[in-house]
């Protein structure tokens, strides 16, 4: 049974950092394409950023504009994303994938002052 279990979300205000973290179980992760993605209120799912198995090709959205930085740690089937300078426009719930198959159950972040 594979498991994706995303924690780190949270209320921050606009300029503060998340990291988020995802626990993967059930598949083989260390071969795995990881992706995080997010879905803010009324709008639909869109790619955040993706990192291949050997962390050698990470892709990011163009709305990351730097910000965002995306790892992975084998040893420990997670994968990370690293948030900072967020804004509001951030706001959405944060989603991992796993081997463009599999989902985890979102972590909410919100970004208000």
């Known amino acids: 049974q594979v498991q994706l279990v995303e924690s780190g979300g949270g209320l921050v205000q606009p300029g503060g950092s998340l990291r988020l973290s995802c626990v993967a179980s059930?598949?083989?992760?260390?071969?795995?394409?990881m992706t995080w993605y997010r879905q803010a209120p009324g709008k639909e799912r869109e790619l955040v950023a993706r990192?291949?198995?050997?962390?050698?090709?990470?892709n990011y959205a163009n709305f990351v504009k730097g910000r965002f930085t995306i790892s992975r740690d084998n040893a420990k089937s997670t994968v990370y994303l690293q948030m900072n300078s967020l804004q509001p426009d951030d706001t959405a719930v944060y989603y991992c994938?796993?081997?463009?198959?599999?989902w985890g159950q979102g972590t909410q972040v919100t970004v208000s002052s």
């Open positions: 990192i291949n198995s050997n962390s050698f090709s990470i």
């Open positions: 059930g598949i083989a992760f260390s071969s795995s394409l």
């Open positions: 994938n796993a081997q463009d198959a599999f």
